[in-house]
Structures are given as structure tokens and as C-alpha cells.
């Protein structure tokens, strides 16, 4: 049920939907409510390490539903199997999360540029890069 949908969705959407939640969660002033329980010390790298590694993954989904919609047009199966997009795709996402906390610094909402955040953005980032494949392959139902 979950293949049909996903294989229905336009590529870059995923993306798109997840880019503009992250930009939400570390640009906001106060975007979330703060817990009554307290979390456990450092547990914002933990969040950081998997909205960039959930970034890494909507990209990975991103680009096998666009090479999906390129075989059903043309009937050719694309080249795949590179590390060079996956690594491109881990790099960017973690470039991202540095601009990200730049801007954080400079805007003054109260959150500031934290070198241990941008540490877990690349960390989730590259974990997800090399699960990502795999578990886009189970949700489409490809091997």
C-alpha cells in the first residue's frame, strides 16, 4: 500500500516536504513546545543527526522515483550503483546543517552556531547514506 503511494508522488516532493521542516526546526525561535520532561543531555545532536539523515534518505527516495519515471518513459533502465550521488547527496545535506547553523549565529533569535550540531548533521548524513539505498529498495519494492 505505502509502494503505491510513494511510486504516485512527484519526484522532489519528498525533498522539498522535508528541506522546509528542517529549515522550520533549526530556524524558528521556539518552534516546538519544551518538554516537561527533560531529555537527556546532548539529545539535540541525536535530533539533528536524524533530520539530516532523513534528508539523505528523501533524496535517496527522490532519486529512485525520478530514475522510476525515466524507465517508464524511455524503457531504459538507468546507470545506478555509483557512490559518487550518494556521497554528493551526504555532502550536501551536510553542508546544509553548516550554513544552517551559520545563519543561526547571525540571526539572533537566541540560538547560536554550535560545531557539535554540524558534526551530528554530517554524522546522520553519512549513516544514512549508507542505509538509505537499501531501505528505498524495500519501500519500492525493488531489488
Not at 107 to 119: A, H, K, P
Amino acid at each position: 500500500m505505502l509502494q503505491k503511494y510513494l511510486t504516485q508522488m512527484c519526484p522532489g516532493l519528498f525533498s522539498s516536504v522535508v528541506v522546509i521542516a528542517i529549515l522550520w526546526l533549526t530556524l524558528a525561535p521556539n518552534p516546538l513546545p519544551d518538554p516537561e520532561v527533560g531529555l537527556f543531555e546532548h539529545a539535540d545532536k541525536i535530533a539533528h543527526a536524524l533530520m539530516f539523515g532523513g534528508l539523505v534518505f528523501a533524496l535517496v527516495v527522490d532519486r529512485e522515483l525520478l530514475h522510476q519515471r525515466r524507465y517508464e518513459q524511455t524503457g531504459e533502465m538507468p546507470r545506478c550503483g555509483s557512490l559518487i550521488p550518494l556521497l554528493a547527496m551526504a555532502a550536501c545535506a551536510t553542508l546544509f546543517g553548516g550554513a544552517i547553523e551559520l545563519l543561526q549565529s547571525w540571526m539572533g533569535l537566541g540560538r547560536g552556531c554550535d560545531m557539535l550540531d554540524f558534526l551530528a548533521d554530517g554524522a546522520g548524513a553519512m549513516l544514512s547514506a549508507c542505509v538509505s539505498p537499501w531501505v528505498a529498495a524495500l519501500l519500492l519494492r525493488r531489488r
